[in-house]
């Protein structure tokens, strides 16, 4: 075998046969810059409030309230007419307020049954934990002393246009009536509205729109229903309507229905004392200067 030429060397990149593979180049990812201008993420209304039923199903609810009022009150004065006062006209026989308490009464079983059936049919889910019902227990006390203190918001009628009378009154006119009407005002009145408004229609908002706004739009229908009792006195429904603040306030900071529940009744109970106090027990209704207050 013989040697290589001088200068050669074996090794040497010169000799394309000897030299080493040229080195692989590997390839590595490509890293691109992060993106300088992030989408920022829209954070939701500030409400854990999530029922499992629509908006829709409260305008039906409603709905069906108005229209089962509507029918109860024609068929049981129609009835009435008929059967306990056929010499009377058929607004006379209209106007009487048990009469009138007795179709609130019935419309009011009638809805009842229907958000039963709604939340536990429909929605398969337990009526008093979906509403949130919640009871605070002894805490429970000082709720129904809120409702005493919202008396104040009252004070505010000194200094609004407020009715000398309004149809309200009729509901005072004898004794019967007045404690019919205090018993229902604190009991089957506030549960149907707290149920209805802090229990149905609170939580609705306040998924969509927040906390805040929630209360406020669920205060104002509060208000404006309590307009025809009245008389459409403009002064009478703010009142209402700061009263329904302070209500939906208590249902969204304690998460309970039953707590506003006892604040209204706090409120409306009191109310009725103070009626019965300034009346002597409703015997001497022309003493009822209170009850302007109570507007």
């Known amino acids: 075998m013989g040697l290589a030429p001088e200068g050669i060397s074996l090794s040497s990149s010169d000799n394309p046969r000897l030299a080493p593979p040229p080195a692989t180049i590997e390839s590595s990812p490509v890293s691109f810059p992060a993106d300088p201008f992030p989408a920022t993420p829209v954070a939701p209304p500030a409400s854990t409030?999530?029922?499992?039923?629509?908006?829709?199903?409260?305008?039906?609810?409603?709905g069906l309230t108005l229209a089962t009022l509507f029918i109860a009150q024609l068929l049981i004065v129609l009835g009435a007419l008929h059967f306990a006062f056929p010499h009377q006209s058929f607004m006379e026989v209209a106007q009487k307020p048990s009469l009138a308490l007795l179709s609130e009464l019935l419309t009011y079983v009638a809805v009842a049954l229907y958000m039963i059936l709604l939340v536990q049919g429909k929605y398969h889910a337990r009526f008093w934990q979906a509403i949130?019902?919640?009871?605070?227990?002894m805490a429970g006390i000082s709720l129904v002393g809120?409702?005493?203190?919202?008396?104040?918001?009252?004070?505010?009628?000194?200094?609004?246009?407020?009715?000398?009378?309004t149809p309200f009154d009729?509901?005072?006119?004898?004794?019967?009536?007045?404690?019919?009407?205090?018993?229902?005002?604190?009991?089957?009145?506030?549960?149907?509205?707290?149920?209805?408004?802090?229990?149905?229609?609170y939580p609705v908002l306040a998924r969509r729109m927040g906390a805040f706004w929630g209360i406020l739009l669920t205060a104002l229908p509060f208000g404006l229903i309590h307009m025809v009792q009245y008389g459409y006195a403009w002064g009478a429904v703010l009142i209402i309507f700061l009263v329904g603040v302070v209500l939906t306030a208590v249902r969204a900071r304690t998460k309970s229905v039953a707590s506003s529940f006892?604040?209204?009744?706090?409120?409306?109970?009191?109310?009725?004392?103070?009626?019965?106090?300034a009346t002597d027990g409703f015997r001497h209704m022309d003493k009822a200067g209170i009850l302007l207050l109570c507007r």
Request: charged share 10%; net charge negative; hydrophobic share 55%.
């Open 262 to 277: 006892l604040a209204h009744v706090g409120y409306n109970g009191t109310l009725m004392v103070l009626a019965a106090w």
């Open 170 to 201: 009729q509901f005072f006119a004898h004794r019967s009536d007045a404690y019919l009407t205090a018993i229902f005002a604190v009991t089957l009145g506030p549960l149907m509205e707290e149920v209805f408004f802090r229990g149905f229609l």
């Open 49 to 62: 409030e999530n029922p499992v039923w629509t908006g829709w199903d409260v305008l039906q609810i409603a």
């Open 146 to 165: 809120l409702g005493v203190l919202m008396l104040g918001l009252d004070v505010l009628g000194r200094f609004l246009p407020m009715p000398k009378n």
């Open 132 to 137: 949130r019902w919640n009871w605070p227990g």
